[in-house]
């Protein structure tokens, strides 16, 4: 018989780029392109408070069989959100620092997803409204929270700005996941590594499957290699019961061109439960498998190694699966 597991996927996607319907040199013609000839499964067009672009890129995409669903990137002065999967526009102009509840809240009644976008990017002046300014109180009406954007996340201060602003929503409680954004608005440079987005699901990616590994948490982000990490049959997003569980752990390297002039290679595996280094052992087998036991809270995964000239970088971060009493 076969297993559930068997049947996992994983499928690199992009959540945030931008075309000339905003601030970005692509046209939606070229990033559709780019998009494809990257390797891309599935891509969102985020373009700022405005979802004009999406009907011809879906037309494309559906061409080129990349997966996409309406997206913007709701812009203000005080912060920047990815809204994934909404079915009309929610209106950004009066939002306040002390009102983004009440906004996210008419987003999440749009059907929307909600990313927040470089959280830690500098603001005023160099970048009035990039760095995240909104006061939220009800931090699970935020489905994910960016702490990789643009390329070379791994060089930026803000991007550990952000993963420690991630770890303590999670230490806290909140069940949210950390993203990735290349925020593409023209080719980069051959000297820029990027960061890549893999969403599990089972079968085929659809608008639909793409939504669900969104809202689950059901994806990891990586400058290169790839995962496959399950603790018992369960995968990332899953929540199970405390417990000692097997786990299986499996580093792969990368299979997407793009990262080939980066040489991106793990060597060692964190586990990371409710906030603490549970385990740090290197990479020695192809396959790594352990025992946990596991508390209420979460767990999670990280790869470390190496890449460009760098030996100790982290690579790969992976969204927790949550444990339950
Ligand atoms: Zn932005
Ligand atoms: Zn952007």
Same mark, same amino acid.
């Given at each position: 018989? +076969?297993?559930?597991?068997?049947?996992?996927?994983?499928?690199?996607? #992009?959540?945030?780029?931008? &075309?000339?319907?905003?601030?970005?040199? %692509?046209?939606?013609?070229?990033?559709?392109?780019?998009?494809?000839? %990257?390797?891309?499964?599935?891509?969102?067009?985020?373009?700022?408070?405005?979802?004009?672009?999406?009907?011809? %890129?879906?037309?494309?995409?559906?061409? +080129?069989?990349?997966?996409?669903? $309406?997206?913007?990137?709701? &812009?203000?002065?005080?912060?920047?959100?990815?809204?994934?999967?909404?079915?009309?526009?929610?209106?950004?102009?009066?939002?306040?620092?002390?009102?983004?509840?009440?906004?996210?809240?008419?987003?999440?009644?749009?059907?929307?997803?909600?990313?927040?976008?470089?959280?830690?990017?500098?603001?005023?002046?160099?970048?009035?409204?990039?760095?995240?300014?909104?006061?939220? #109180?009800?931090? +699970?009406?935020?489905?994910?929270?960016?702490?990789?954007?643009?390329?070379?996340?791994?060089?930026?201060?803000?991007?550990? #700005?952000?993963?420690? $602003?991630?770890?303590?929503?999670?230490?806290?409680?909140?069940?949210?996941?950390?993203?990735?954004?290349?925020?593409?608005?023209?080719?980069?440079?051959?000297?820029?590594?990027?960061?890549?987005?893999?969403?599990?699901?089972?079968?085929?990616?659809?608008?639909?499957?793409? $939504?669900?590994?969104? #809202?689950?948490?059901?994806?990891?982000?990586?400058?290169?290699?790839?995962?496959?990490?399950?603790?018992?049959?369960?995968?990332?997003?899953?929540?199970?019961?405390?417990?000692?569980?097997?786990?299986?752990?499996?580093?792969?390297? %990368?299979?997407?061109?793009?990262? &080939?002039?980066?040489?991106?290679?793990?060597?060692?595996?964190?586990?990371?439960?409710?906030?603490?280094?549970?385990?740090?052992?290197?990479?020695?087998?192809?396959?790594?498998?352990?025992?946990?036991?596991?508390?209420?809270?979460?767990?999670?995964?990280?790869?470390?190694?190496?890449? +460009?000239?760098?030996?100790?970088?982290?690579?790969?971060?992976?969204?927790?699966?949550?444990?339950?009493?």
């Amino acid at each position: 018989m +076969k297993r559930k597991e068997d049947s996992m996927k994983q499928y690199a996607v #992009e959540l945030h780029s931008h &075309t000339n319907h905003s601030d970005a040199h %692509f046209t939606v013609a070229e990033l559709c392109q780019e998009a494809s000839n %990257f390797g891309y499964d599935g891509l969102i067009l985020t373009d700022h408070n405005t979802a004009s672009g999406y009907p011809e %890129f879906k037309k494309l995409a559906d061409e +080129k069989g990349l997966v996409t669903m $309406r997206g913007i990137e709701w &812009t203000t002065y005080f912060g920047h959100m990815l809204v994934h999967g909404a079915d009309y526009l929610v209106d950004w102009r009066d939002a306040q620092p002390t009102t983004i509840d009440y906004h996210i809240q008419e987003v999440k009644n749009a059907g929307g997803l909600v990313g927040i976008a470089h959280p830690y990017a500098i603001g005023s002046p160099m970048c009035t409204g990039c760095h995240w300014s909104f006061e939220v #109180e009800n931090w +699970k009406n935020v489905d994910y929270i960016e702490i990789w954007n643009e390329v070379c996340p791994d060089e930026s201060l803000s991007s550990w #700005e952000a993963y420690a $602003r991630w770890t303590h929503l999670l230490d806290q409680g909140y069940r949210i996941s950390a993203s990735a954004g290349r925020d593409w608005h023209r080719l980069e440079g051959l000297d820029k590594n990027p960061a890549v987005t893999y969403i599990e699901t089972v079968g085929q990616l659809t608008p639909t499957s793409f $939504r669900q590994a969104l #809202e689950k948490g059901a994806f990891y982000l990586t400058l290169g290699p790839k995962l496959d990490w399950q603790i018992g049959s369960h995968h990332m997003g899953d929540t199970i019961p405390t417990g000692i569980y097997v786990t299986n752990i499996q580093a792969k390297p %990368f299979d997407l061109p793009a990262f &080939t002039p980066f040489n991106p290679r793990a060597n060692r595996v964190k586990i990371i439960h409710n906030g603490e280094v549970y385990l740090d052992i290197p990479i020695t087998e192809e396959k790594i498998t352990l025992s946990l036991h596991l508390q209420p809270g979460y767990v999670r995964l990280e790869l470390w190694g190496a890449i +460009k000239d760098k030996t100790n970088e982290l690579l790969l971060v992976s969204n927790p699966i949550y444990i339950e009493k």
